[in-house]
């Protein structure tokens, strides 16, 4: 797999694209219906916000949904983000002919490049076993730069197939589009860091900090000790915010609407946001909405997170994404993240701030006029915390100009959106906080 040495951006700065969303636009629209897309749906004034957000339907889908979604800072950048959605779904379910089918076990003693399934933060199936022959596909390791083998399963979205599954469940973590296929991966490494930082913040500011703060089969503990849990993921200052972001935040004060915006940047360096709302809207509605963005670029991230917000609050509204429950419905832990909040603890890490509200200036951000740029600061960032593999799956579909990927990172955390496994970082964040707070506990002892 050969990336080009230099895309520049169609702005200059700011998101990975290398086109304008109207030439995207005229680009697929000749093929939606290669990709089973019948309807293109404009459901902004679903909401009272503003923020463009779009359907692209798809009937016949072999997904769990057929309606899926895009936003942007206009109706045409919303347009093409749900379609671009679309495709992309579509071509991870196609049928892909296995690369080989043969055990781990098999290839190992080979000497092929492969990766181990256990490698991957997926629960394994309890039919997975590692003499046992499964089906492989090729990727393209962009960390060692070689080719390797990954269990098909990981990188297609398959409901079915001939054999039994390696994993527990079925994801779309790191599955992205672009115009081009770096494009494509630049999208897919947001992602997988996105999930990665989303997991951390979980864990600590939320998880960790209810533990210690109920005495939940340890002794409570005290304030100053639970609130530097919060303090990780700290509150931004609204004042600080730079004009685009200001004017998207304001499109939901006018509304009515309350936001809260967090920083959740994990130590990989990549600036990571969640933006949050909340709102009685009804007894089948959720109680508060979230979106989440990743970027290089923070104003791009910030951005995303909140458009996303804006996002999830119409999709919701509409109900008619078919993994959406009702709040209080029993559903499998890997949809807990499209679950319907009956009620919203305005006491939580997300909505209470703790400490000192960071400024924008202070989040660290990499703004470029290259994608190439991006892409190698992001993998730079992987190496960088111990990483080993970025494996990408090249699912472009035959005859329409979209290039899709799949993109397997190995260690990096997903289980605050899929709640399947928790890996070593997520398990050495949480070592390490633990650590960090006996050590203020036996220094608040000394100060007493």
Same mark, same amino acid.
């Given at each position: 797999?050969?990336?080009?040495?230099?895309?520049?951006?169609?702005?200059?700065?700011?998101?990975?694209?290398?086109?304008?969303?109207? =030439?995207?636009?005229?680009?697929?629209?000749?093929?939606?219906?290669?990709?089973?897309?019948?309807?293109?749906?404009?459901?902004?004034?679903?909401?009272?916000?503003?923020?463009? =957000?779009?359907?692209?339907?798809?009937?016949?889908?072999?997904?769990?949904?057929?309606?899926?979604?895009?936003?942007?800072?206009?109706?045409?950048?919303?347009?093409?983000?749900?379609?671009?959605?679309?495709?992309?779904?579509?071509?991870?379910?196609?049928?892909?002919?296995? &690369?080989?089918?043969?055990?781990?076990?098999?290839?190992?003693?080979?000497?092929?490049?492969?990766?181990?399934?256990?490698?991957?933060?997926?629960?394994?199936?309890?039919?997975?076993?590692?003499?046992?022959?499964?089906?492989?596909?090729?990727?393209?390791?962009?960390?060692?730069?070689?080719?390797?083998?990954?269990?098909?399963?990981? &990188?297609?979205?398959?409901?079915?197939?001939?054999?039994?599954?390696?994993?527990?469940?079925?994801?779309?973590?790191?599955?992205?589009?672009?115009?081009?296929?770096?494009?494509?991966?630049?999208?897919?490494?947001?992602?997988?860091?996105?999930?990665?930082?989303?997991?951390?913040?979980?864990?600590?500011?939320?998880?960790?900090?209810?533990?210690?703060?109920?005495?939940?089969?340890?002794?409570?503990?005290?304030?100053?000790?639970?609130?530097?849990?919060?303090?990780?993921?700290?509150?931004?200052?609204?004042?600080?915010?730079?004009?685009? =972001?200001?004017?998207?935040?304001?499109?939901?004060?006018? &509304?009515?609407?309350?936001?809260?915006?967090?920083?959740?940047?994990?130590?990989?360096?990549?600036?990571?946001?969640?933006?949050?709302?909340?709102?009685?809207?009804?007894?089948?509605?959720?109680?508060?909405?979230?979106?989440?963005?990743?970027?290089?670029?923070?104003?791009?991230?910030?951005?995303?997170?909140?458009?996303?917000?804006?996002?999830?609050?119409? =999709?919701?509204?509409?109900?008619?994404?078919?993994?959406?429950?009702?709040?209080?419905?029993?559903?499998?832990?890997?949809?807990?993240?499209?679950?319907?909040?009956?009620?919203?603890?305005?006491?939580?890490?997300?909505?209470?701030?703790?400490?000192?509200?960071?400024?924008?200036?202070?989040?660290?951000?990499?703004?470029?006029?290259?994608?190439?740029?991006?892409?190698?600061?992001?993998?730079?960032?992987?190496?960088?915390?111990?990483?080993?593999?970025?494996?990408?799956?090249?699912?472009?579909?035959?005859?329409?100009?979209?290039?899709?990927?799949?993109?397997?990172?190995?260690?990096?955390?997903?289980?605050?959106?899929?709640?399947?496994?928790?890996?070593?970082?997520?398990?050495?964040?949480?070592?390490?906080?633990?650590?960090?707070?006996?050590?203020?506990?036996?220094?608040? &002892?000394?100060?007493?």
């Amino acid at each position: 797999m050969r990336l080009r040495k230099h895309i520049p951006k169609i702005n200059g700065t700011g998101a990975h694209r290398e086109v304008s969303s109207e =030439v995207t636009w005229d680009r697929v629209r000749p093929h939606l219906r290669r990709a089973g897309i019948t309807r293109v749906a404009d459901i902004t004034w679903l909401d009272r916000v503003g923020i463009p =957000v779009y359907n692209a339907i798809s009937p016949r889908s072999h997904d769990v949904i057929s309606v899926y979604n895009g936003k942007g800072a206009r109706p045409i950048d919303a347009m093409t983000s749900a379609v671009m959605e679309g495709i992309e779904r579509f071509s991870a379910w196609l049928p892909v002919r296995p &690369a080989a089918i043969a055990s781990y076990e098999e290839l190992s003693a080979q000497g092929r490049s492969v990766l181990n399934p256990r490698d991957y933060n997926l629960k394994l199936s309890r039919h997975y076993r590692d003499d046992a022959p499964i089906s492989w596909v090729e990727g393209f390791d962009l960390l060692n730069e070689e080719s390797v083998l990954v269990p098909q399963d990981g &990188a297609v979205y398959n409901m079915k197939m001939h054999e039994p599954p390696t994993y527990e469940i079925s994801t779309t973590n790191g599955l992205a589009s672009g115009n081009s296929l770096e494009e494509a991966i630049c999208h897919a490494l947001c992602e997988v860091i996105e999930r990665d930082s989303i997991t951390i913040a979980e864990l600590l500011s939320s998880q960790l900090s209810q533990v210690l703060e109920k005495g939940l089969h340890v002794e409570r503990q005290p304030a100053a000790i639970f609130e530097r849990l919060k303090e990780l993921h700290p509150h931004l200052d609204m004042e600080s915010l730079p004009p685009r =972001v200001q004017a998207l935040v304001q499109q939901f004060h006018t &509304a009515g609407i309350e936001m809260r915006l967090i920083n959740i940047t994990t130590d990989l360096g990549v600036a990571s946001f969640m933006a949050a709302t909340a709102e009685d809207l009804g007894p089948t509605v959720s109680k508060g909405h979230g979106g989440f963005g990743t970027h290089p670029d923070a104003e791009v991230a910030l951005l995303r997170a909140i458009s996303e917000c804006a996002q999830g609050r119409a =999709v919701d509204i509409q109900a008619m994404r078919e993994d959406i429950s009702l709040p209080g419905e029993d559903v499998p832990r890997h949809l807990y993240h499209v679950r319907r909040s009956s009620t919203l603890d305005k006491g939580g890490w997300a909505w209470r701030p703790v400490g000192t509200r960071v400024r924008m200036s202070d989040i660290p951000s990499r703004p470029s006029e290259n994608i190439i740029a991006d892409i190698e600061f992001m993998l730079g960032r992987l190496r960088s915390c111990g990483i080993r593999r970025a494996v990408v799956v090249d699912l472009s579909p035959p005859g329409i100009p979209v290039n899709v990927v799949r993109l397997l990172v190995p260690h990096l955390e997903s289980w605050g959106v899929d709640y399947s496994k928790l890996g070593d970082r997520g398990a050495g964040a949480w070592t390490r906080a633990l650590n960090e707070l006996a050590e203020k506990k036996r220094d608040l &002892a000394v100060t007493v």
